[in-house]
């Protein structure tokens, strides 16, 4: 136990993007994550080549379903047991599930429902990764590196998201979707002899010590009076819920549905997607180097009112660099603002609550969010992309105000760079 205590310690002497403790865990995460792209691809192509169009959709909504649903579950989960353990049962069995669907494909053209099957269970266990690898980072590394490790989380979500389609594409193209899930079983069969050497910190309670563990409803019970109760917590996730409503639906659907009305066409919306992207990866990328920005309270609701604002306004420019521009602008402020806020709510939260409370705020992001995609539509329908466009980005800087009117968000700030991990 000694001996584990002081290898902790060495890891803690150094900042985190230079902390191989926490470089095996974004490496099993990263693998995780281009896994679970690449699993998407071979699922959309799987459903395209055995089913019609109203059935595609069936089989990728699928998914979303039980994650929603079980969210909350997750989060109990992850607080009752071992994050870590979650997670490698989580990539486990997505692991297991694939490369058993890549042999049922190799041998015949995939069911309807084996196909919506997969989708159900896959989510399921969605539900439980999600909460756990909220739950993770203070468990892996010291309270004043967690915002360079959620700038470095940040930043491994872009670069996946880069890497994963010409991998998916290439598989596809190789052995069509027997060798896509098995690409995506295997990545995920590479993160679980990362996650096994990834040491874990002794972590206390830093404020309100947890109920006794009843059930699991009572534990959820319990997890939700604590985030309503606190109060920072309390508002900082409220104001990302807000944020999400706003801004989701038009990023979404809204830009597809703008480059339409405007004639720039498929090239268009990816230039202005591409915008947003590298204002995202830049912010992670800020985070990740720096490691911690002063009066964080201020600066996450600066930042939230530049992002609603460059959503509002992005439907009214003439051209397509300026709208590009203003993406880019909406990346850069939407991904300080989130980064910000996951590193606030990590170091505020008791870790026993930890799980609950990134459950709660993933919810937000895969269970209401995507309510709003069916509204943006209908109502850039029925009045066009600029009045929607500004009505999402005011709705959305509700959020600003929800922050503002909290003193505990506005005196907000990040824990201080211990000596030795500045840089």
């Given at each position: 136990m000694a001996t584990a205590e002081r290898a902790l310690s060495g890891c803690a002497a150094v900042p985190a993007h230079r902390d191989?403790?926490?470089?095996?865990?974004?490496?099993?995460?990263?693998?995780?994550?281009?896994?679970?792209?690449?699993?998407?691809?071979?699922?959309?192509?799987?459903a395209q080549k055995s089913a019609g169009p109203a059935e595609v959709g069936l089989i990728m909504a699928a998914g979303a379903l039980p994650r929603a649903l079980l969210m909350l579950g997750g989060g109990v989960v992850?607080?009752?047991?071992?994050?870590?353990?979650?997670?490698?049962?989580?990539?486990?069995?997505?692991?297991?599930?694939?490369?058993?669907?890549?042999?049922?494909?190799?041998?015949?053209?995939?069911?309807?429902?084996?196909l919506v099957g997969v989708a159900l269970v896959f989510g399921a266990v969605d539900a439980l990764f999600i909460p756990a690898i909220g739950a993770l980072p203070p468990r892996i590394t010291s309270a004043d590196q967690l915002t360079r490790v959620t700038g470095?989380?940040?930043?491994?979500?872009?670069?996946?998201?880069?890497?994963?389609?010409?991998?998916?594409?290439?598989?596809?193209?190789l052995g069509g979707p027997t060798a896509a899930f098995t690409v995506a079983g295997l990545l995920f069969a590479l993160s679980l002899p990362l996650l096994m050497t990834v040491r874990m910190r002794p972590v206390g309670a830093r404020e309100e010590t947890p109920a006794e563990p009843g059930t699991?409803?009572?534990?959820?019970?319990?997890?939700l009076r604590y985030i309503r109760h606190h109060r920072l917590i309390g508002p900082l996730v409220a104001a990302g819920a807000v944020c999400e409503l706003g801004l989701t639906g038009t990023l979404n659907v809204g830009m597809v549905l703008l480059n339409a009305e405007r004639g720039w066409g498929a090239s268009g919306y990816?230039?202005?997607?591409?915008?947003?992207?590298?204002?995202?990866?830049?912010?992670?990328a800020l985070l990740a180097l720096l490691g911690r920005l002063p009066r964080a309270g201020l600066v996450l609701s600066g930042t939230l009112l530049m992002g609603c604002a460059g959503a509002?306004?992005?439907?009214?420019?003439?051209?397509?660099?300026?709208?590009?521009?203003?993406?880019?602008?909406?990346?850069?402020?939407?991904?300080?603002?989130?980064s910000l806020n996951n590193s606030l709510i990590?170091?505020?939260?008791?870790?026993?609550?930890?799980?609950?409370?990134?459950?709660?705020?993933?919810?937000?992001?895969?269970?209401?969010?995507?309510?709003?995609y069916p509204l943006v539509g209908a109502a850039i329908g029925a009045w066009g992309s600029a009045p929607v466009f500004v009505g999402c980005g005011a709705f959305g800087s509700l959020?600003?105000?929800?922050?503002?009117?909290?003193?505990?968000?506005?005196?907000?700030?990040?824990?201080?760079l211990a000596p030795g991990k500045a840089a």
């Open positions: 191989g403790n926490v470089l095996r865990w974004l490496a099993a995460y990263t693998a995780s994550l281009v896994g679970d792209n690449v699993y998407f691809i071979a699922l959309a192509w799987s992850a607080d009752r047991f071992d994050p870590r353990r979650v997670l490698l049962g989580s990539d486990a069995l997505r692991c297991v599930l694939l490369l058993s669907v890549a042999a049922a494909v190799a041998l015949t053209v995939p069911a309807l429902w084996l470095m989380r940040s930043l491994s979500m872009r670069l996946g998201q880069i890497a994963s389609p010409p991998l998916g594409g290439l598989a596809m193209g699991a409803w009572k534990d959820l019970l319990d997890g990816g230039w202005i997607v591409g915008g947003f992207g590298a204002g995202a990866a830049a912010s992670a509002a306004t992005i439907a009214l420019v003439p051209a397509l660099w300026i709208a590009v521009v203003l993406a880019g602008a909406v990346g850069l402020g939407a991904g300080v603002f989130g990590q170091t505020a939260a008791n870790p026993a609550y930890l799980g609950r409370v990134t459950s709660v705020l993933m919810l937000t992001m895969v269970g209401l969010a995507p309510l709003s959020g600003v105000a929800i922050a503002l009117s909290s003193g505990a968000v506005r005196r907000a700030e990040l824990p201080r």
